[in-house]
């Protein structure tokens, strides 16, 4: 019987996480592994036997070579809070919603009593508003449903802005290059940060981190025509950080400015420029998610 080589575990970011730091706690390389296509599940079946069985042929054959995230590092803490943070800022958007519907069927006075107020000055009338005793009365509890969300609205702000200051801490900490660079804000770097994950260096290369974030062009090209067109794969909301980012320099960044206005001159289109800079700024900001500082203070 051989030794261990290597252990294929599929979905190591989510049921299989813990079983990925399990085995790399106990010095096993993990290779992240595919789910077998449709074609072959098909034709062989589908069973744990035979999902194991396919995992070590892509092992063995070297089709899988895929190192999984660590998830035991400051980059884990930053991605449970960014999860807890986008249920808060989702929840809050739902209840000003649900508040502002409630008010246009509502009663009329009540109605015509909140319309100039904004949506600050609304939600603080709103959670001192008394609904009275008589709950049997349709303008009662509507008083009292709205002064419930209002009273919500109130405690998920507090809540996000809580975790704005410990996300901030923590990103300052972990990339605190990163959060120098332009137009990178809190909210950008710590998606950046939990795409790459705590062990970064499991990137092999710039153009490997260009297609994770789905900014590396595909070529479509064909006979004479020469032409590249829009990635739609990757991680799409560290896309969009870096789309972010894209805006906030071509709006404030001088070079960035310049740069917009040249290839503008050369017939370019704005959806190409944007494609042109997100991929220039995956390439910066993968050196600073692999130089020795974030390793410094990532440890």
Known sequence: MGGVHAVGVEGTGAYGAELARVLAAAGVCVI????????RRRAHGKSDPLDAYSAA??????????IPKSRDGIVESIRCLL?????AVKA??????????????????LREQMRPLTTGRLIQALS???PGTDLTNATAGTKMALRSLARRHTDLTQEIKDLDVVLAQLTAQAAPGLRAKTGVGVGVTAQLLVTAGDNPERLRSEGSFAHLTGVAPLPASS?????????RGGDRAANNALYTVALVRMKYDPRTRAYVLRRTAEGLSKKDIMRCLKRVIAREIYRELTGPNRATNAA
């Open 32 to 39: 992240e592994v595919d789910r077998p296509d449709r074609s």
């Open 57 to 66: 042929q892509a092992i063995a054959s070297g089709r899988a070579t895929g």
């Open 83 to 87: 999860v807890a943070r986008q249920s």
């Open 92 to 109: 809050k958007t739902q209840c000003i919603n649900q508040i502002r519907a409630m008010l246009v069927n509502g009663p009329g006075d």
């Open 128 to 130: 001192r508003v008394r």
């Open 223 to 231: 006979g004479r025509t020469d032409r590249h067109r829009l990635n």
